[in-house]
């Protein structure tokens, strides 16, 4: 089993999702943001449909049920600022209305089937080669680097756990990307 990082450096996130703004496919802009803002392991996030995000009305929804592919457990996931405004964007740029559509699609298919997690790992990939990121990335790096922020912006270990639906808080520790330079810092800051 590969281990992956998160993204750390906040600038490189803003020069991901601005690459990703600018390019023809608005799918590849919503699956960043989304991945970096709900914290959902890729698998659950390729299975999203337009009635995941949208109700019969054409409303964007605040939250979403989703049962865990891995776990089988059910996880609410709230839609912040940023989930929403790239979900308009998306929806905006693409047209789709029809709620039994995938959101994640192949753009050159005209099936109404999600991409791959292996097609997800490339394109992670891709993203964060193109702009010089050089840490072992894949398809759970979307999800780390959602921990990894909240934990930077001081969100509690435990908030942390329950945002990932972990069932041990130890496997919480790995996700938040704790790493030796940190604790380096650490150190060199500590004294009595």
């Given at each position: 089993?590969?281990?992956v990082e998160p993204i750390r450096?906040?600038?490189?996130?803003?020069?991901?999702?601005?690459?990703?703004?600018?390019?023809?496919?608005?799918?590849?802009?919503?699956?960043?943001?989304?991945?970096?803002?709900?914290?959902?392991?890729?698998?659950?996030?390729?299975?999203?449909?337009?009635?995941?995000?949208?109700?019969?009305?054409?409303n964007l929804k605040d939250d979403?049920?989703?049962?865990?592919?891995?776990?089988?457990?059910?996880?609410?996931?709230?839609?912040?600022?940023?989930?929403?405004?790239?979900?308009?964007?998306?929806?905006?740029?693409?047209?789709?209305?029809?709620?039994?559509?995938?959101?994640?699609?192949?753009?050159?298919?005209?099936?109404?089937?999600?991409?791959?997690?292996?097609?997800?790992?490339?394109?992670?990939?891709?993203?964060?080669?193109?702009?010089?990121?050089?840490?072992?990335?894949?398809?759970?790096?979307?999800?780390?680097?959602?921990?990894?922020?909240?934990?930077?912006?001081?969100?509690?270990?435990?908030?942390?756990?329950?945002?990932?639906?972990?069932?041990?808080?130890?496997?919480?520790?790995?996700?938040?990307?704790?790493?030796?330079?940190?604790?380096?810092?650490?150190?060199?800051?500590?004294?009595?």
């Open positions: 089993m590969n281990i450096s906040e600038n490189r996130i803003k020069q991901i999702r601005g690459n990703l703004y600018r390019q023809k496919n608005p799918r590849d802009y919503l699956l960043f943001v989304f991945g970096i803002n709900s914290g959902l392991r890729i698998g659950d996030i390729l299975s999203l449909k337009l009635a995941d995000v949208k109700d019969n009305q054409g979403l049920d989703i049962k865990e592919q891995k776990t089988g457990k059910t996880r609410k996931v709230f839609f912040n600022k940023q989930i929403k405004e790239a979900i308009n964007y998306y929806l905006k740029k693409t047209g789709i209305f029809d709620l039994d559509n995938y959101l994640f699609t192949n753009e050159k298919s005209k099936k109404n089937k999600p991409i791959t997690r292996i097609r997800a790992y490339q394109l992670i990939n891709k993203w964060c080669k193109d702009t010089g990121l050089n840490c072992k990335v894949g398809g759970h790096t979307l999800r780390k680097t959602f921990g990894y922020h909240l934990r930077k912006q001081g969100i509690s270990i435990e908030q942390i756990s329950s945002l990932l639906n972990h069932q041990n808080i130890k496997v919480t520790f790995r996700y938040i990307g704790i790493n030796q330079d940190e604790n380096k810092e650490v150190i060199k800051g500590f004294g009595i």
